[in-house]
């Protein structure tokens, strides 16, 4: 697609519940990130997936968040038995290559998520 | 793990050039420097990308100096739809995979 698709665009679910929040990357790129923003505050780190390489998950704030990307292309973030502080708006983010040769990075639109 | 460092805000008016200013200390040899802008609600926007002296394009300019441990964005004639969060971006983990946001600086720009 011409730009990084997420979805849903909002949603709001009940404490105890478990989310599942899709990424669709720009199509040919390898590396895929999921970062979350807390209302004002900057963005955190997740995930971060390359190729067929084994994830990166050093950024995973708990065991009940976990991610997989089926096929090299679409992600889904999975939150299991939401907190409250689990409420922030999730960005999914693709590139060509790996961040750190200097391949463009581009963001989703997020997925807002509210935890009731 | 290296960190970028920015002003938290920044006011200014319409028609004036603006200069955001972000240090990044332990950049390593082959990490390159990205500014993003964020619109509330919106993800972040690439803007401009740089390895090293001035890079310029559509939209800014980025001047990197020669020790590459800082780095200016700069707007030129900016208008009110400037307004927004600018992050500047530099830093990744020992893997090359993790990109580390500062807070970014909130841009003001006033009539």
């Known amino acids: 697609g011409a730009g990084v698709s997420q979805s849903p665009s909002n949603k709001v679910t009940e404490k105890g519940k478990d989310v599942e929040l899709r990424c669709d990357p720009i199509s040919g790129h390898t590396a895929l990130y999921w970062y979350r923003q807390s209302l004002g505050q900057g963005l955190e780190f997740l995930i971060y997936?390359?190729?067929?390489?084994?994830?990166?998950k050093s950024g995973l704030p708990s065991d009940r968040f976990s991610a997989e990307r089926t096929g090299g292309s679409v992600s889904t973030l999975t939150i299991q038995r939401t907190q409250q502080e689990d409420s922030a708006v999730y960005l999914c983010a693709s590139s060509r290559g790996g961040g750190r040769s200097g391949n463009t990075i581009y963001f989703g639109e997020g997925s807002w998520l509210t935890v009731v | 793990l290296a960190k970028t460092t920015q002003p938290i805000s920044m006011d200014s008016y319409e028609g004036q050039e603006v200069n955001i200013t972000c240090s990044h200390n332990n950049i390593a040899t082959n990490d390159y420097i990205t500014w993003y802008q964020q619109f509330p609600s919106q993800g972040p926007r690439f803007i401009i990308q740089?390895?090293?002296t001035k890079v310029t394009n559509e939209v800014a300019s980025l001047f990197i100096p020669a020790d590459r441990k800082s780095s200016t964005l700069s707007l030129p004639r900016v208008s009110l739809s400037d307004t927004a969060v600018y992050y500047c971006l530099a830093t990744y983990n020992n893997a090359g995979n993790m990109l580390t946001f500062g807070g970014g600086t909130r841009l003001m720009v006033k009539p």
């Open positions: 740089g390895y090293k």
């Open positions: 997936f390359q190729g067929n390489s084994a994830p990166d």
